[in-house]
């Protein structure tokens, strides 16, 4: 599979909970993971897309 002719850069589940600047005492992260999944790409390649998923909640 060739490389995107662009550069762009996700936040890593980390970098997004630091961004957001919640006081730690104030909240629970509840899920923090990386998932996975295949995906076509628009010729019928074989491709996977990575998504970050967070779930934080209130204490």
Known sequence: ???PPFEHHFPTTGELL???????????VELEDLVERSLPGPEGQ???R???VLR????
Request: charged residues 30%; without cysteine.
């Open 1 to 3: 599979m060739e490389t």
């Open 18 to 28: 630091a961004s957001l600047g919640l006081p730690p005492e104030g909240w629970e």
């Open 46 to 48: 074989e491709g996977t």
């Open 50 to 52: 990575s998504d970050s």
């Open 56 to 59: 934080l909640r209130r204490s």
